[in-house]
């Protein structure tokens, strides 16, 4: 076969046992620099929509170039990985709410090792080959390569949306040295919708920018020291994490349910009931977060949250 073929071929290969191993999506971008993303990010950053994120800004030209992350790439695999879990809300009915990405095994472990026997696979079919697999651990721009790599496009609340598959799935990318034909964006199919940014509580939705100072995923997740700036009842009772946005996007009626057994919530945690979260110990969060990514935010993290949301109702507030 001719050069063209051999690329389309590859691609083919790689795109087919991605699905087979239950991936929800594939798509292959020739790595290189992503022009157009520069004057977002350094706008982005001048704007401090970091908050206290200090990390986003470092490695800025490994962000743009992944060629500078992995020497010798020469195509950047992206890949879905569905991790919805329904729309009935994630914990007992009167308990704060956690977002659904975090239900289950962090999926940091899960992804990666789907990504290791997936290319295994491929190896395995297409010869050997030199790269490396990312899963949110790496300064890449995960969203503009799957978008660029037609998975889908970067929603008005910043989020990949596919037009058949919704936004209720994780990003991970395959930086790698194989040579493979590339596929092509897509259109925005956003239009004058706007329910993203109506409904955040906390204004932190622009159109196509999300400031991430002001999200209430930032304030739970990210940010280390104590919670201002904000009131109780704008969280609308989240304690990790927001799944608001994505609630609200119209495209996520296309959203399946996951079929990963890790992502299953632990018994414990869909039974816990509020006052169970607010004496939750230091023992029964290891025991009920043992593998997940809520321990990002750690035991004293997700008490200061909780102890938030409650703030409001137990303490008047006076006036200034």
């Known amino acids: 076969m001719n050069r063209s073929e051999m690329l389309a071929y590859r691609a083919s ?86 977002a659904r ?4 095994e962090d999926y940091h472990f899960v992804v990666k090792r789907k990504m290791r026997e997936w290319t295994a696979a491929v190896q395995n079919v297409l010869g050997p080959c030199s790269g490396r697999v990312f899963v949110d651990s790496a300064p890449i ?88 700036g904000v009131e109780p009842s704008e969280f609308k009772d989240w304690m990790f994490g927001c799944d608001i946005c994505q609630e609200v996007c119209p495209w996520n009626r296309f959203s399946e349910l996951h079929q990963e057994p890790a992502f299953m919530p632990k018994m414990e945690l869909l039974h816990m009931s509020r006052d169970d979260w607010k004496n939750l110990s230091q023992d029964a969060f290891q025991k009920v977060f043992s593998a997940s990514a809520v321990k990002r935010t750690g035991y004293s993290g997700l008490m200061r949250n909780i102890q938030f949301l409650d703030s409001e109702k137990n303490e008047p507030r006076q006036e200034s």
């Open 101 to 104: 990405y975090a239900l289950g």
């Open 141 to 228: 721009l995960e969203k503009a390569w799957a978008a660029k790599a037609g998975l889908g496009w970067i929603g008005k609340n910043t989020n990949l949306i596919s037009p058949k598959k919704g936004s209720y799935f994780f990003l991970a990318e395959w930086l790698v040295d194989m040579e493979m034909a590339p596929d092509n964006p897509i259109p925005d199919y956003c239009g004058d919708c706007t329910r993203c940014i109506d409904a955040c509580p906390t204004g932190a939705i622009e159109p196509y920018s999300v400031n991430g100072s002001k999200c209430i995923s930032y304030f739970t997740i990210e940010l280390k020291e104590a919670i201002r």
């Open 13 to 98: 290969v790689v795109k087919k046992l991605a699905l087979e191993l239950g991936f929800y999506g594939c798509g292959i971008s020739v790595a290189g620099f992503l022009e157009s993303e520069a004057p977002r990010l350094e706008d982005w950053l001048n704007k401090n929509n970091q908050g206290k994120m200090a990390y986003m800004a470092n490695h800025f030209d490994l962000r743009l170039d992944p060629r500078k992350l992995e020497p010798g790439t020469k195509t950047i695999v992206s890949l879905l990985y569905n991790y919805f879990p329904g729309h009935q809300k994630t914990t007992a009915a009167e308990a704060p709410n956690i």
